[in-house]
């Protein structure tokens, strides 16, 4: 009963920036753990970040970690991926999921709602 809208990918050149956002219909935010993944051409799709319902302590892939930071904003029922010094390995199609248990689950198979999904290319 949850519809996930991602937004803000686009091109970049190596050692920029970028700031993804998943925008949830219906019920609120609050009530679903929340991850992202990606899915590079010619590779499987992989978590790179999740945030839990309750207490929103945080997961971060380790090719990720330091250079990526997932956030909430209950109140305006979205949830952020600030994405810094990206590199060319970065480029994929990024995904939001949300699933109303309280755990981040690192699996693909493990989230109940999936968006469409926004392309991020990093270039050099």
């Known amino acids: 009963q949850v519809q996930l809208v991602e937004s803000g990918g686009g091109l970049v050149q190596a050692g920029g920036s970028l700031r993804l956002s998943c925008a949830a219909s219906?019920?609120?935010?609050?009530?679903?753990?929340v991850g992202w993944f990606r899915q590079a051409p010619g590779k499987e799709r992989e978590i790179v970040a999740g945030?839990?319902?309750?207490?929103?302590?945080?997961y971060y892939a380790d090719s990720v970690k330091g250079r990526f930071s997932i956030s909430r904003d209950n109140a305006k029922n979205t949830v952020y991926l600030r994405m810094e010094n990206l590199k060319p390995e970065d480029t994929a199609v990024y995904y939001c999921?949300?699933?109303?248990?309280?755990?981040?689950?690192?699996?693909?198979?493990?989230?109940?709602?999936w968006g469409q999904g926004t392309q991020v290319t990093v270039s050099s």
């Open positions: 219906g019920r609120a935010f609050s009530t679903y753990t």
């Open positions: 945030i839990k319902r309750t207490d929103s302590s945080t």
């Open positions: 999921a949300a699933d109303r248990t309280n755990v981040v689950v690192t699996s693909t198979s493990g989230w109940d709602y």
